[in-house]
């Protein structure tokens, strides 16, 4: 078996799930959550844990098993405590601010970049230099982080774009003089 899918899922006060046809739903404080369940992988669910099983014990199912745990309990924490990601900003011009429900980014560029925030996450833009995002959806939140990043990453020489709060550039030295 799969030594993260043998771990029992703890399951907070207020939140409820439940399986129905091969769906897993999570309703909590924060929202509701469902996700579609491989055949071979059943969970049981008691008052305050949750036991993922498999239905056929082979290499894929256990695998399954792994993945289906770290997803059900992602639910779980999403949906009762909710998650968040920190991005920063580097670069002298560079900078974001928050407009409805997208946000607009000067990086450099000749025009400023307009990003659209998916159903379900939201921003804060602190200092025009960190932009908070959150969401309870764990997956979707890494996503769109991703997907920030992506418009100007980290160059290596000034650290200049966008990267992750508690990401670490490794930086290059430049060019240098010779005589």
């Known amino acids: 078996m799969s030594r993260v899918g043998k771990k029992p899922i703890q399951v907070p006060e207020k939140t409820m799930v439940s399986v129905k046809d091969?769906?897993?739903t999570v309703q909590g404080k924060n929202g509701k959550l469902t996700h579609s369940m491989h055949p071979a992988i059943d969970l049981k669910i008691?008052?305050?844990r949750i036991d993922v099983t498999m239905k056929i014990d082979d290499r894929k199912t256990r695998a399954l098993q792994g993945m289906t745990r770290s997803i059900v309990a992602s639910m779980v924490k999403g949906v009762s405590k909710g998650y968040e990601r920190v991005l920063e900003i580097n670069g002298i011009g560079y900078r974001a601010e928050s407009k409805g429900k997208s946000?607009?980014?000067?990086?450099?560029?000749?025009?400023?970049?307009s990003f659209p925030l998916p159903e379900g996450i939201t921003a804060?833009?602190?200092?025009?230099?960190?932009?908070?995002?959150a969401g309870i959806d764990k997956h979707?939140?890494?996503?769109?982080?991703a997907r920030?990043?992506?418009?100007?990453p980290p160059e290596p020489y000034k650290g200049k774009?966008?990267?992750?709060?508690?990401?670490?550039?490794?930086?290059?030295a430049g060019k240098t003089g010779t005589k």
Do not use: C
Request: no cysteine; proline share 2%.
């Open 22 to 24: 091969g769906m897993v």
């Open 46 to 48: 008691e008052k305050d």
């Open 103 to 113: 946000l607009l980014f000067n990086l450099g560029f000749s025009h400023p970049v």
């Open 124 to 133: 804060a833009v602190e200092k025009n230099n960190v932009v908070k995002l």
């Open 140 to 145: 979707l939140l890494g996503q769109t982080a």
């Open 148 to 152: 920030i990043r992506q418009l100007r």
């Open 161 to 172: 774009g966008i990267k992750y709060a508690e990401e670490h550039i490794q930086r290059k």
